[in-house]
C-alpha cells in the first residue's frame, strides 16, 4: 500500500486522493516461498537493503493524510486500514515520510475490522 507521492510524480486531478485508506487485507493465507525483492527499481533496491530476502508479504509506506488522523496521531475509523485473520503474514510499515528511518513491523496499529 503506498501514498501515490511515494511514486514522486506529479498529478493534476484536484478531485483524486493520493493516500490509501479504509482498506481491509483478511482472509489471506501467506507461504514462506522466496521473497526476493527485484533490484530493477528504486523500492526493490530499498526492500533488499531493509529486508534482504524476507520482504515482507504487506508493505505500507505509512504516509497519511494529516486531515485523516486523530489526537493519538492513528487513522481515524472510516480511513482506517485494517489486517485481520490471515495465516503466515509479515508486515513492515516502511516510514517513507521519515525517509524510512523508523520501520515497523507492529501490526496492532492496524488489527481492526
Same mark, same amino acid.
Not at 526493490?44 to 534482504?52: A, S, V, Y
Not at 503474514?89 to 510499515?93: D, Q, R, T, W
Given at each position: 500500500m503506498s501514498a501515490y507521492y511515494i511514486a514522486?510524480?506529479?498529478y493534476k486531478d484536484q478531485e483524486y486522493n493520493p493516500y490509501p485508506s479504509n482498506i481491509s487485507i483478511h482472509g489471506n493465507l501467506y507461504s514462506e516461498g522466496k521473497r526476493r525483492p527485484s533490484w530493477r527499481n528504486k523500492l526493490?533496491?530499498?526492500?533488499?537493503?531493509? !529486508? +534482504?530476502k524476507k520482504t515482507p508479504h504487506i508493505l505500507y509506506d505509512g504516509i497519511q493524510n494529516p486531515e485523516h488522523l486523530?489526537?493519538?496521531?492513528r487513522l481515524k475509523k472510516p480511513y482506517r486500514i485494517c489486517i485481520y485473520n490471515n495465516n503466515n503474514?509479515?508486515?513492515?510499515?516502511l516510514d517513507a515520510a521519515n525517509k !524510512? +528511518?523508523?520501520i515497523s513491523r507492529d501490526l496492532s496499529p492496524?488489527?481492526?475490522q
Open positions: 514522486e510524480s506529479p526493490g533496491f530499498l526492500f533488499w537493503l531493509k !529486508f +534482504k486523530d489526537a493519538d496521531g503474514e509479515s508486515f513492515a510499515n !524510512f +528511518k523508523n492496524y488489527r481492526c
